[in-house]
C-alpha cells in the first residue's frame, strides 16, 4: 500500500569500533524507501540505536542483509558494556506511524520473527504488543540476567523462544522483537518549587496508581529553574491524547493554587499527537490529515521515491 | 538549498478543453523536486488551477515550458468565462512554505517575471506582495475591466506593466506574477441562530474594520444546522495566528452569551498554522519542527528523490 509507513529502532551490540558500526548502518542506506534518520553508537553501553522510517517490505530486507553482517562481527562471548543485552541484535521494535495499525505492525513483528530466525539461526522472543504471554510483553523480563544468565536458562520452560530452538546462536546470541506505539515524551513544569505536589500529581495521572492507561510518569525537582516537573512517556497518544493528560495535570495542580509554567515535548514525535490537541482546542470539525500541505507532499513524494 | 520548498499556484486561461488542459499540465508532472498536488479545470470559469509544491528552481523551469505550451494553444482574442483574467497565463503566485521567507518569495517572483517576459513576450504586472506600487497590491486594480479594457488601456501610465513593453502578447495578453503568504480559509461556528451576532464578531476581527490586520472575515447563517458562521481569511497565519484569532472570537461571543460550536479548516493548510496551536494552548517551550517525525522524513525524502 502507497505511504504505508513504520518506524524501526533496531539496537545492535557493538558502540565502539566505528568501521563495523558503519557496515551494519550501510544497508540502512541502500534500501528504497527505507530511510535512515539517525544512529547513535554509545561507547560505555557498547550499543548503537538505529532509527528507520520507511515502508515495511524494505526495512525488513535492510534488516535481515545488516543482522547478517552483525552476526559476522560481534562476538557476544566477549562483549561489554553498561546497557541490558541478550544478543548481538538485541532488539527489534515496529511501530506504526501512517497507514498502517498496531495490529499490522505485529503481524510484521511476528512474521519477520519467523524470517530472521530462518536466514539467522538466531532464536527469537516476541515482546511488548508483539509478546505471545504477558509477562513478556515486559522486555526486562525477557532480558532478564541478560546474555550470560539466559544462556544458561534458555532450555528452561519459562525461558524457551518464541521461535527457533532453546538455544543461543554461538555467537550472536538471542534477539528480541517487537511491536509497540510511538512513545512521546512529554513534561509538564509547574510554577512551584514543591516537589512533592509534581509527585503527588505524577501520582494520580500515571497507570501504575490508577490514572491513564498508556501513562508513566513521575515527579521531579527542577533546582536551577525554582520549578518542578511531571516527566512523562505516554505509550498511547491516541488513547491518552496529550491534551487530555495535560488538562488533568490543571486541574490537579489548582487544587494546590499552582500554576502550569511550560511544557516540553522531549525528543521525536508524530505530527498525528501534536495535530490532535490542535484539533481539541480549537474544536475543529471533521479534520482530514491530507488537508495538510506535508502531508499530501509526503504522500507524492513517497509514491515517487528512487 | 536543500529542504526549500514553495507553493505556487498558476492560474490558467483554459477549462473546457481537456486535451489542451493536459498538455499544460504535463510539464508539471515531469521536473525533478517540482511536485503536481492538483489542477481543477472549470468550464464555468473556463478556467485551471494548478497546485504545485515543490523547489523554486524547478517549479520555474515547469512554469516557462507549460506557459509556452498555454501561449501555442489558447487565444484570448476569443476567450469567454466567468472568472476575471487578463491572459492566457493568467496569474502566477509565490508562496513559502518551508526553508524560506516571504521576502525571497518576493525575490522569485522579481526574478521569474523578467524571465518570464524574456522567453514569452508577454507583459507582466506584479502584485500583492511582490507589487511595486502600492495600488498593485490588489489583484482586482490589475485587472481592472480584465483583458479586454487592458487591451486598449496599457499603454496609459498608470496601467503600464512592471517587465515588458506597453502592449498586450497578441494571443496571449498579460500575466500576474506576485508573492504572497499561504492563506488559510478559516470558520468558526457559534451555537446562536442570530447571524447578527456572527457579523458584529466578523466586524471586531477584520482587518477592513479595525481588527487583525491580515484577517479577512463576514459572519453568515447556516440555517440547515441552526448555527451562524464567523467566516475567514487569514492571509498571515504566523502574524495572525489561529488561536488568537478564535480566543478573540470566543471573548466577543461571550458579550452575547453565545458559545462556539465547533471550528472548520477550509481546504489545505500548512503544518505550522496547527502546530502553532497545539504549542500554544500546550504551552510548549522550544519546540523544533525537526521532532516531528514527518518533517524529518520530508527533509530525508527530498533530498532523496528521483
Given at each position: 500500500m502507497a505511504g504505508m509507513l513504520i518506524e524501526c529502532v533496531p539496537n545492535f551490540s557493538?558502540?565502539?569500533?566505528k568501521d563495523v558500526i558503519e557496515k551494519i548502518v550501510e544497508p540502512f542506506r541502500t534500501y528504497?524507501?527505507?530511510?535512515?534518520l539517525d544512529y547513535r553508537a554509545d561507547p560505555d553501553h557498547n550499543r548503537l540505536v538505529v532509527s528507520l522510517v520507511g515502508e515495511p517490505a524494505p526495512i525488513q530486507d535492510a534488516l535481515i542483509e545488516s543482522s547478517k553482517i552483525a552476526i559476522a562481527n560481534i562476538?557476544?562471548?566477549s562483549h561489554t558494556g553498561g546497557h541490558p543485552r541478550i544478543?548481538?541484535?538485541?532488539v527489534i521494535p515496529f511501530s506504526p506511524i501512517k497507514n498502517i495499525t498496531i495490529n499490522e505492525c505485529i503481524n510484521i513483528a511476528h512474521q519477520f520473527g519467523d524470517r530472521f530466525n530462518k536466514e539467522t539461526g538466531i532464536p527469537v522472543f516476541f515482546y511488548e504488543d508483539?509478546?505471545?504471554?504477558?509477562?513478556?510483553?515486559?522486555l526486562e523480563i525477557v532480558r532478564k540476567g541478560q546474555y550470560e544468565t539466559l544462556k544458561s536458562e534458555i532450555q528452561k520452560t519459562e525461558r524457551k523462544?518464541?521461535?527457533?530452538?532453546?538455544?543461543?546462536?554461538?555467537?550472536?546470541g538471542a534477539t528480541a522483537i517487537g511491536a509497540r506505539k510511538l512513545l512521546v515524551a512529554y513534561n509538564v513544569n509547574l510554577?512551584?518549587?514543591?516537589?512533592e505536589i509534581a509527585k503527588k500529581i505524577a501520582d494520580t495521572i500515571r497507570s501504575s496508581s490508577?490514572?491513564?492507561?498508556?501513562v508513566k510518569g513521575i515527579g521531579l525537582s527542577l533546582e536551577d529553574r525554582g520549578m518542578v516537573q511531571v516527566s512523562m512517556n505516554i505509550t498511547d497518544f491516541e488513547k491518552n491524547p496529550i491534551y487530555r493528560v495535560q488538562e488533568l495535570i490543571k486541574i490537579e495542580a489548582k487544587r494546590w493554587g499552582v500554576e502550569v509554567g511550560e511544557a516540553e515535548v522531549y525528543g521525536m514525535i508524530p505530527q498525528a499527537a501534536l495535530m490532535a490537541c490542535a484539533e481539541y482546542y480549537l474544536q475543529?470539525?471533521?479534520?482530514?490529515?491530507?488537508?495538510v500541505i506535508e502531508n499530501c507532499l509526503l504522500d507524492i513524494m513517497g509514491d515517487d521515491v528512487k
Open positions: 557493538e558502540g565502539c569500533r528504497e524507501k527505507c530511510y535512515l562476538d557476544m562471548k544478543g548481538a541484535i538485541d508483539a509478546a505471545r504471554t504477558p509477562e513478556r510483553k515486559r523462544p518464541d521461535i527457533g530452538e532453546a538455544s543461543m546462536h554461538h555467537t550472536a510554577k512551584t518549587s514543591d516537589v490508577g490514572g491513564f492507561t498508556h475543529i470539525a471533521g479534520f482530514n490529515n491530507n488537508q
